[in-house]
């Protein structure tokens, strides 16, 4: 007896569903500590300013935008995954 090869179609088949929720289960780990990262940044940031430091405004708000990347980023893995 000979199989019937897969399709390409079905071999990229979508992950079985405990593992997408593994998966997301990471990912909704990962939000929550880049969401703390980017509280912290903020409060420290505005500490310094209103202690009269202005210099870490632009690292903090960089390092925010990094932040806000990687949710992006996890967002459109997010979707790549649902379909």
Same mark, same amino acid.
């Given at each position: ?11 990229? *088949?979508?992950? /079985? ?10 990912? #909704?780990? +990962?939000? =929550?500590?880049?969401?703390i ?7 420290t ?7 009269? *430091?202005a210099? /870490?405004v ?9 932040? #806000?990347? +990687?949710? =992006? ?11």
């Amino acid at each position: 007896m000979t199989r019937a090869q897969p399709s390409p179609r079905q071999a990229v *088949d979508r992950p /079985p569903r405990r593992k997408r929720l593994d998966i997301l289960n990471g990912m #909704l780990l +990962l939000v =929550v500590l880049i969401n703390i990262l980017q509280l912290w940044l903020f409060t420290t940031t505005v500490h310094a300013t209103l202690g009269g *430091d202005a210099d /870490p405004v632009w690292p903090a708000g960089l390092a925010s935008l990094a932040c #806000l990347g +990687l949710n =992006v980023g996890l967002l459109w893995y997010l979707r790549r995954l649902d379909r």
